[in-house]
């Protein structure tokens, strides 16, 4: 039989259930919780935690109930109506079981000014422009070419897919060296401007919350730290401590 955990997330200042879910593997499921990178969208329980995080907090796991994968999703709506019957303030947007099946009005409305708010965003001409300067700026090396040359090797393409490819390569195959080197240039400008953007400040704290030190990007601290630039990150993304020491965070 295999087990499944029905589980609470309790506040650790207030000591109230936040939320109640479901996991084969308790331990892996609140590292998921307790992940920032994780925690970046816009469901209320992912908001509950981020906060939490940057006040060098966690959420408190309970186990409630050990169950079967045949049954856990009764017990999850079970539960997640016991609790809000008792007037705990439940991050959970639907009534329980998988997926969003069940999600209220609410939160429907939600999800559809969300994805407004994408498509309104992802299909600008600006945004495609800025994707299409991108690609075209990529540059393969000859180990990479030759890496996709072998996976295609007894691949057959319809003539519908052959004209296709033709039509798409026409501007490329025609352009001149020296309008390739412009457009290569204008790419990696504008991925170089994109990386600028995307850095974002680390911090560095003692056991207590104290800030000793401020740096531009991870790189840049990792350079004068000295430390593993990948170390740098797992912690950061984790929240774990360094040398038992110290500690870092993103602004």
């Given at each position: 039989?295999?087990?499944?955990?029905?589980?609470?997330?309790?506040?650790?200042?207030?000591?109230?259930?936040?939320?109640?879910?479901?996991?084969?593997?308790?331990?892996?499921?609140?590292?998921?919780?307790?992940?920032?990178?994780?925690?970046?969208?816009?469901?209320?329980?992912?908001?509950?935690?981020?906060?939490?995080?940057?006040?060098?907090?966690?959420?408190?796991?309970?186990?409630?109930?050990?169950?079967?994968?045949?049954?856990?999703?009764?017990?999850?709506?079970?539960?997640?109506?016991?609790?809000?019957?008792?007037?705990?303030?439940?991050?959970?947007?639907?009534?329980?079981?998988?997926?969003?099946k069940?999600?209220?009005?609410?939160?429907?409305?939600?999800?559809?000014?969300?994805?407004?708010?994408?498509?309104?965003?992802?299909?600008?001409?600006?945004?495609k422009?800025?994707?299409?300067?991108?690609?075209?700026?990529?540059?393969?090396?000859?180990?990479?070419?030759?890496?996709?040359?072998?996976?295609?090797?007894?691949?057959?393409?319809?003539?519908?897919?052959?004209?296709?490819i033709?039509?798409?390569?026409?501007?490329?195959?025609?352009?001149?060296?020296?309008?390739?080197?412009?457009?290569?240039?204008?790419?990696?400008?504008?991925?170089?401007?994109?990386?600028?953007?995307?850095?974002?400040?680390?911090?560095?704290?003692?056991?207590?919350?104290?800030?000793?030190?401020?740096?531009?990007?991870?790189?840049?601290?990792?350079i004068?730290?000295g430390?593993?630039?990948r170390?740098?990150?797992?912690?950061?993304?984790?929240?774990?401590?360094?040398?038992?020491?110290?500690?870092?965070?993103?602004?």
């Amino acid at each position: 039989m295999d087990k499944v955990f029905i589980y609470r997330l309790v506040d650790p200042f207030t000591k109230e259930v936040r939320y109640i879910g479901k996991a084969a593997n308790l331990l892996k499921r609140y590292r998921a919780h307790c992940n920032p990178n994780r925690n970046r969208g816009l469901t209320r329980v992912n908001k509950w935690v981020l906060c939490l995080l940057n006040k060098n907090e966690r959420p408190i796991i309970e186990l409630i109930e050990e169950t079967d994968k045949d049954n856990w999703e009764n017990r999850e709506i079970f539960w997640i109506f016991y609790y809000k019957s008792i007037g705990c303030d439940l991050c959970n947007l639907t009534i329980g079981g998988e997926g969003l099946k069940n999600c209220s009005e609410e939160t429907k409305n939600k999800m559809r000014e969300n994805n407004k708010r994408n498509l309104y965003k992802y299909q600008t001409k600006e945004f495609k422009d800025k994707i299409s300067a991108l690609s075209k700026a990529l540059v393969r090396t000859p180990e990479h070419c030759e890496k996709i040359r072998l996976s295609k090797i007894g691949k057959k393409r319809s003539e519908d897919c052959k004209r296709k490819i033709s039509e798409s390569k026409r501007g490329v195959c025609n352009m001149s060296k020296e309008r390739y080197r412009e457009v290569t240039k204008n790419g990696q400008i504008a991925l170089a401007k994109e990386n600028e953007k995307r850095k974002k400040p680390v911090i560095k704290t003692d056991l207590h919350g104290n800030v000793l030190k401020k740096y531009s990007c991870t790189r840049d601290c990792s350079i004068k730290e000295g430390i593993n630039a990948r170390t740098l990150a797992t912690s950061i993304r984790r929240g774990t401590l360094i040398k038992k020491t110290f500690r870092f965070k993103y602004e």
